[in-house]
């Protein structure tokens, strides 16, 4: 058993706290390598942000869970390196599926988890996470719970429809279950296609307007239980120009499109005080990797594609605190 405070982790609660009277939300950067995790740490130390490091089960199985334990504990070094003293960095599994998975990332130094048994009947999803938090607070980790369907590919969470969170179900979830956030579905999406070209409207310029989120559900929600922490996954942006990049450099994406940014910086001035974003990273650090290889194809070291990729990303990261999230000069 690896307690996540002893390489220098923090769980959720606190952050959560402030931001949430704070009026900004916290950054969940998803990573799968060493360039990633430095972009995502090296962006939160310079704009003084709070930050999660978010990991799927199926980035887990790919870094190797012994190495992430390493990874997150020489984050917090790096971060204090950078000029951070007391870094509020927080190791969190994304869409864990079971108790084994919930469990299995505790004993490795995870400082908190997400159980998403949305899927699931609802009172199977209410035993399934009350479970996972029976377990994790026993060792003082944080716990995310999860009421509605997105629609959308990440990883290996696979949705063809969403289902919006249903207001009246959230206080007796929260009792029932003992979450310390709830993450919400009030019209975000996974993946950089979020949205069919029939259910948007595309601008003057020919590019697609997705529909607006559904803040009706999130005030109702916050009326039900005020002042609780409320997460969005699915919340990245895709960048045009990140996607213009990769097209011109041999890509093939087609009619991607995600949530506008103005609405996210909404949401996050409300009871939402955790966004979520991974594709919009996938997404800029692809098109640096592109452009390299398509303006010097005769390059093999990979320090050579993956640097650009890496400031490429803190770039993003640091644009997303400080101008959707709010996440800036909180530490």
């Known amino acids: ?23 900004y939300a916290i950054p969940a950067f998803n990573f799968n390598n060493m360039e990633q995790l430095q972009a995502i740490i090296s962006a939160a130390v310079e704009t003084k942000s709070p930050v999660i490091l978010q990991v799927s ?32 960095i927080a190791l ?21 988890v997400m159980i998403d ?28 719970g999860e009421l509605g369907v997105l629609a959308g590919i990440e990883d290996d969470v696979v949705a063809e429809h969403h289902t919006y969170t249903e207001p009246e179900e959230v206080i007796d ?13 009030i019209g975000t ?12 409207q595309r601008d003057a310029n020919g590019i697609l307007v997705p529909p607006p989120l559904r803040f009706d559900i999130l005030a109702e ?10 997460v969005l996954h699915g919340s990245s942006s895709v960048p045009q120009d990140e996607v213009a990049t990769i097209n011109k450099f041999g890509g093939a994406l087609k009619d991607a499109v995600g949530i506008p940014e103005e609405q996210l910086r909404q949401a996050s001035k409300s009871a939402v005080c955790k966004i979520n974003i991974d594709s919009d990273g996938r997404l800029a650090m692809t098109a640096a990797v592109r452009k390299v290889f398509a303006e010097n194809p005769a ?7 993956l640097g650009p990729a890496r400031e490429s990303l803190k770039k993003l990261y640091e644009h997303k605190i400080i101008n959707v999230l709010g996440s800036n000069d909180r530490i």
């Open 221 to 230: 929600i916050e009326k039900q239980i005020p002042g609780f922490p409320i």
């Open 299 to 305: 390059e093999f070291d990979p320090r050579k594609y």
């Open 173 to 185: 979830f929260v009792s029932k279950t003992g979450v310390d956030s709830l993450a919400i579905s």
């Open 57 to 88: 089960s199926g980035a887990r199985k790919y870094a190797n869970q012994t190495l992430l334990r390493y990874m997150a504990q020489g984050a917090v070094e790096y971060a204090k390196e950078l000029g951070c003293p007391n870094p509020q």
């Open 117 to 144: 048994g949305s899927h699931l009947p609802y009172d199977e999803n209410v035993a399934l996470t009350r479970s996972v938090v029976e377990y994790a607070h026993q060792f003082d980790v944080t716990v995310e």
């Open 1 to 23: 058993m690896v307690s996540y405070k002893e390489l220098g982790l923090v769980n959720t609660r606190e952050m959560f706290a402030k931001a949430v009277k704070g009026g």
């Open 189 to 200: 999406s996974h993946g950089a296609n979020k949205f069919t070209p029939e259910q948007c």
């Open 92 to 112: 969190h599994l994304d869409h864990g599926d079971s108790l084994e998975l919930c469990k299995s990332c505790i004993e490795m130094g995870f400082s908190s």
